[in-house]
């Protein structure tokens, strides 16, 4: 349990230095993942510790608070600054209905948990 601790204070050290207000929760990123666990819509995650997105076809939640995916090692959502996708449609609803900011433009859903 520790270690959760630890991720949770580095990501608010990290966050009070970005400046970056928060608008999502476990909660509300459990219920927007939940509708993608067991379909394959690309998801694009931008964390923030890592400038780089790095791009997901497949995920999973191993445990509570966290998401895992074929081409990303588990993360806490703590970390996740956006997930957008070109899938628009299922991930507005998704958004809307956990009740997470979706931003659609240029044909791409963005959800925020940070700005």
Not at 17 to 31: F, S, Y
């Amino acid at each position: 349990m520790s270690d959760r601790k630890d991720f949770k204070e580095q990501a608010r050290k990290i966050i009070a230095r970005r400046n970056l207000g928060g608008l999502a929760n476990d909660t509300k990123w459990g219920e927007f993942f939940s509708e993608f666990k067991n379909a394959r819509i690309a998801l694009e995650f931008k964390f923030i510790d890592d400038e780089r997105p790095v791009q997901c076809g497949v995920l999973w939640m191993p445990v509570p608070g966290y998401i895992e995916g074929n081409h990303m090692a588990p993360y806490p959502f703590i970390y996740i600054e956006w997930v957008r996708s070109h899938n628009v449609e299922p991930v507005v609803g998704a958004a809307k209905a956990a009740g997470l900011e979706v931003i659609v433009e240029d044909g791409t859903a963005v959800v925020y948990g940070y700005r």
